[in-house]
């Protein structure tokens, strides 16, 4: 609709501008949503002060906090790999956005192959990981960037053949055609997403997507009481927002708007009288939930051993998701699909 | 960007290769504390890592050394007492008990009914506030943030039971020779009972919220594993003693105060792993609870101390004092010359000798299993250094 | 469990052993013995491994400091299944040497480390005898009685309240 009276470039160009713009605000909206959810999951009410109204303002104010404190480049450090891990971390986050569709059109670039480009782009963030635990020159930060790359390589997997199976169910790897695919069948006018046929699938992506994120239960990487901060152990000031916390946020929400569409239908509407109100809506309110579910589990669970984590994910999580693919298949085969 | 990047051949010159032409694997010396978030405290341990496996654990201790037996001969018997809580510092009281009844026993002094009721209450509020602290710490040192924070929901009330009574949240000084420094407040009775009936209330949550969740059994059951021999040679006690099997309670085996009079069980672990440690933790609580349950009921009226004299003049001799702190057996060894200080005064503290023993617990273990022992083995950084 | 009675406790450790210790007897609920220094790692050997002893726990070594008359090393260990404690005196001669007893208790590494930082106690064939609290070049032993607290050196300890001791000051 938007594209037909200003045509695709400029929306393109408006939606680059606008996710650049609207990243940083939301990693720091979510970043206190998070704060908040935990606290009261917790019987504590969170900040409350900074910014008046229920502290909304804590994580900006952490953030010029972070801003103003001094930028540390231990002495051992390989300078230049050291300084470059922000930008590849934030690179890695960022390039999702590209291919997610907030509608029929409205997309920066509707990639035919845009399950793999997002599965791709959401492992860059890795290799900053690495670069920073090779680069400080610090015990910790080393076993914590192996940690990661180990967690990396066995989650991958499970993310990828979950996401596989939903790439069966539309016959496409392009994220419209995926959506659209689940405006397909309708139930008393409600659209019917893949999620009840892809329920193990849309699990083993929560468990992968949390790994891949490494948030808890498998944040070994960064596991505090062990690693102190992991491979990020000797950054400080902006360079240890922006590659720890920005990057988890914006791969977080990321990954979840990516969920969203694979699994609930993403721009698609809960209902068809629900038409009127616009894809982005549907888009942020399906993300929403999913992040909520992954502050849920973040805020519920111990953390696990990081062989048990292998073992998790090579016996269990990858076996399933082979089976969920034999069962995907079989559900293509029935003729009432 | 090509120093960054070795070359194969310059890599394999560098990497160092065992006889059989194979990549020879190197061990790793990793300082952990006496700053790092797993030793809560300054606790130092130097881990020699293989991979992420433990091959020798070494703790160092003495960063918070303060000299207390050193100032202990400095201080009259009556300020030996506040001293002796800034030991242990989240459980005075069970410090303070100890160390007044040595005096007591040496200089026959009579302690009032009351004011014995009330030591064990305050011992026992103590007991709860200090394992509600390690409960809640185990879990966050598995990544699990939230029992902390329902800990220390349930301490808030017992905490200000304690404060309401003592004036003081964490060093109370209100054990004296003889008694008790005052008597409690109005209202003292009815607030403890209703922290009690809280952590009652309270108490099934924390065991669904850990004893029942598979991560935390994955992480718990079967690390750390201390046989019984073992601990009783290493002078184990306490609660990690009775989860390794052993029955030993200093209330039930040398009774003091009058915990003769109360009804409770001593719990006890069958494997003696991290998940039994905090299992123990748990049950002891319960069994904490009964016993101020008790204790408060039958409260009787009375003094608060006894015929003390103005000056504390201990005759010669000497004395072996001890009770059941949270940690485990907590005593004094005190030589008296005849004078108002003691001569010498050697503390006998449950941490010091629960980390003697972790260099055997953590051999061969992974380095998240340390935090998992470690956080287990309830240990207070001024108990073991004292 | 049942708690041996302390005296009938007392009668069997003076059975096992009466002809290496002096002194023994019961007081406040313990029993108390005194051991010459040679024959202590004999003493607690026989304490550890007798079985209706049973003294398996070790409690605690220390030290005191007695000035003119040497050091005393006390020695405690306890039978958890009889539930009696039994506290060994040990003086030591002039050069304030005493066998180790880590090849009875592996536990005693600590708490001798700990008396020999603190007294400058020797123990003879200790495997270990480094420094446990203090750091490695701290020179002296904190708890001899000639080892006077740095800050009562200059001001007496201003503690004592009592009219009778106000004038008189810290003792070192």
């Known amino acids: 609709m938007i594209a037909e009276i200003l045509g695709n470039g400029y929306v393109q160009l408006g939606m680059k501008l606008g996710v650049l713009m609207i990243l940083l605000p939301a990693t720091l909206a979510l970043g206190w949503v998070e704060l908040k959810i935990g606290a009261h999951m917790q019987a504590r009410m969170g900040p409350m002060y900074p910014g008046g109204f229920h502290g909304w303002a804590q994580t900006l104010a952490d953030g010029i906090k972070f801003v103003l404190k001094e930028n540390i480049i231990p002495k051992n450090a390989d300078k230049s790999v050291f300084s470059m891990v922000p930008y590849v971390t934030m690179l890695g986050a960022a390039l999702i956005y590209v291919v997610i569709p907030a509608g029929e059109n409205l997309v920066i670039e509707n990639l035919e192959v845009g399950v793999f480009y997002v599965l791709a782009a959401s492992s860059i963030g890795v290799i900053g990981v690495l670069m920073a635990g090779w680069a400080s020159a610090n015990k910790y930060s080393m076993m914590g960037a192996l940690r990661a790359a180990a967690q990396l390589i066995a989650y991958e997997l499970p993310l990828v053949l979950a996401a596989a199976a939903v790439a069966m169910m539309a016959g496409s790897l392009s994220l419209v055609d995926i959506v659209e695919g689940q405006k397909q069948i309708v139930l008393a006018g409600f659209y019917i997403p893949f999620l009840p046929f892809q329920i193990i699938g849309f699990v083993i992506f929560l468990i992968a997507a949390t790994a891949e994120m490494t948030r808890p239960p498998f944040d070994m990487p960064v596991a505090e009481a062990e690693l102190i901060t992991g491979a990020f152990t000797e950054y400080t000031g902006i360079r240890f ?97 | 960007m ?5 070359t194969t051949d ?35 341990v130097v881990v020699t890592l293989d991979g992420e496996k433990i091959v020798e654990a070494k703790p160092v201790i003495g960063y918070m050394h303060r000299g207390h037996e050193k100032l202990f001969e400095q201080r009259d018997f009556r300020q030996i007492t506040n001293l002796c809580s800034r030991m242990d510092w989240l459980s005075g009281i069970n410090n303070e008990i100890p160390a007044s009844l040595a005096v007591e026993r040496l200089m026959e002094i009579e302690v009032p009914r009351r004011a014995t009721f009330l030591r064990v209450i305050m011992a026992e509020i103590n007991r709860i506030l200090n394992h509600l602290m390690f409960t809640g710490s185990f879990g966050l040192e598995l990544g699990a943030t939230t029992p902390v924070m329902y800990a220390f929901r349930e301490r808030e009330l017992l905490q200000s039971a304690m404060e309401m009574a003592t004036g003081g949240r964490l060093h109370f000084g209100f054990i ?59 002078g184990v006690s306490g609660p990690i003693l009775r989860a390794s099997g052993v029955p030993y309670d200093v209330r039930k085996a040398e ?89 010498r005064m050697k503390a006998r503290t449950p941490s010091f000798s629960n980390i003697s023993v972790v260099p055997h617990m953590l051999r061969g273990a992974y380095v998240p299993d340390m935090v998992a022992v470690l956080g287990s083995m309830f240990f207070v950084v001024g108990d073991i250094d004292r | 469990m049942e708690r041996v009675e302390p005296e009938e406790f007392s009668r069997r450790v003076s059975a096992k052993i009466g002809d290496l210790a002096t002194d023994v007897e019961v007081k406040y609920g313990h029993v108390w013995a005194k051991v010459d220094p040679a024959r202590i790692v004999d003493v607690v050997s026989a ?65 001798e480390r700990e008396a020999h930082e603190m007294f400058g106690i020797n123990f003879d064939g200790h495997p270990n005898p480094e420094k446990l609290y203090l750091p490695e070049d701290f020179e002296g032993h904190p708890l001899r009685k000639d080892f006077r607290l740095a800050s009562r050196v200059f001001k007496p300890w201003p503690g004592a309240k009592d009219p009778s001791e106000a004038a008189g000051g810290g003792r070192a």
């Open chain 3, 47 to 111: 304490l550890k491994t007798a079985p209706d002893l049973a003294c398996g726990y070790l409690t605690f070594l220390a030290g005191v400091d007695w000035q003119e008359e040497g050091f005393e090393v006390v020695v405690t260990v306890y039978s958890v299944t009889n539930e009696n404690t039994v506290i060994l005196s040990v003086s030591l001669g002039a050069d304030a040497t005493m066998p180790t007893l880590t090849g009875v208790f592996r536990s005693a590494e600590w708490h």
């Open chain 2, 2 to 6: 090509s120093s960054l990047i070795p």
């Open chain 1, 241 to 337: 927002a922006f590659s720890l916390f920005a990057a988890e946020y914006i791969t977080m929400i990321g990954l979840s708007a990516f969920g969203a569409t694979m699994f609930l239908g993403g721009y698609a509407p809960l209902h068809t009288a629900l038409e009127f109100i616009p894809g982005i809506v549907w888009l942020l309110a399906k993300t929403g939930t999913i992040l909520f579910l992954l502050i849920w589990i973040r805020w519920t669970f111990p953390r696990l051993r990081e062989d048990q984590l292998q073992k998790f994910a090579w016996k269990v999580l990858i076996p399933l998701s082979l089976v969920n693919i034999f069962i995907t298949g079989a559900l293509k085969l029935t003729p009432w699909i």
């Open chain 2, 10 to 44: 310059r890599w394999l010159s560098e990497a160092r290769l065992s006889g059989d032409g194979t990549l020879r694997t190197e061990e790793m010396v990793l300082n952990i504390g006496p700053q790092h978030p797993a030793t809560h405290g300054v606790l130092r």
């Open chain 2, 176 to 234: 004296r020779p003889g008694g008790l420094k005052e008597d409690v407040p109005r209202g003292f009775v009815d607030l403890a009972l209703r922290g009690i009936r809280q952590l009652q209330r309270a108490i099934p949550d924390y065991e669904d919220l850990l004893i029942g969740n598979e991560i935390f059994k994955a992480r718990t059951v079967g690390v750390g594993l201390l046989d019984p021999d073992l601990a009783v040679e290493y």
């Open chain 2, 255 to 343: 009774p003091y105060l009058n915990y003769n009079e109360f009804d409770f069980n001593i719990p006890v672990g069958l494997h003696g792993d991290s998940f039994d440690r905090y299992w123990v933790l748990i049950q002891e609580m319960k069994e904490s609870a009964k016993i101020v349950e008790q204790a408060l009921m039958g409260l009787p009226s009375g003094s608060h101390i006894g015929q003390v004299p103005k000056r504390l003049t201990v005759p010669k001799g000497a004395i072996w004092a001890k009770a059941e702190n949270p940690l485990g057996e907590l005593g004094y060894y005190i030589v008296s010359d005849g004078d108002s200080r003691p001569y």
